[in-house]
């Protein structure tokens, strides 16, 4: 069955930094774009990052653009999200997903993994 399972979540000082990763099974991860949403208590869940098959596009929301960056890793089946200069705001829940509508559509979602930012 397919599977999204995230990874490297915790707590970080305001300024500091923090890498997600989000391993892949049960489908062919190289042929489906792939992305990065979060949920803040009391908010809708937004679109952070995607990525394309090929890696070759990459869209951001503007909160984030110049702080996260989205990789993947097709050979070993993974999608990265390398996050400097965390702010507050940037606490959440974070999920990784496939997407199917480009950029913010979705189609399979992991669990989920917390992202605190705090002093």
């Known amino acids: 069955q397919v599977q999204l399972e995230e990874s490297g979540g915790g707590l970080v000082q305001p300024g500091g930094s923090l890498k997600l990763s989000c391993a892949a099974s049960?489908?062919?991860?190289?042929?489906?774009?792939m992305s990065w949403h979060r949920q803040a208590p009391g908010k809708e869940r937004e679109l952070v990052a995607a990525?394309?098959?090929?890696?070759?596009?990459?869209n951001y929301a503007d909160s984030v653009k110049g702080r996260f960056t989205i990789s993947r890793d097709n050979a070993g089946n993974t999608v990265h999200l390398q996050m400097n200069g965390l702010k507050p705001e940037d606490t959440a829940v974070y999920y990784c997903?496939?997407?199917?509508?480009?950029?913010?559509?979705?189609?399979?979602w992991g669990q989920g993994t917390q992202v605190t930012v705090s002093a």
């Open positions: 049960g489908f062919s991860f190289s042929t489906k774009a």
């Open positions: 997903a496939t997407v199917r509508g480009w950029p913010q559509g979705t189609e399979y």
């Open positions: 990525i394309s098959v090929s890696a070759r596009t990459t």
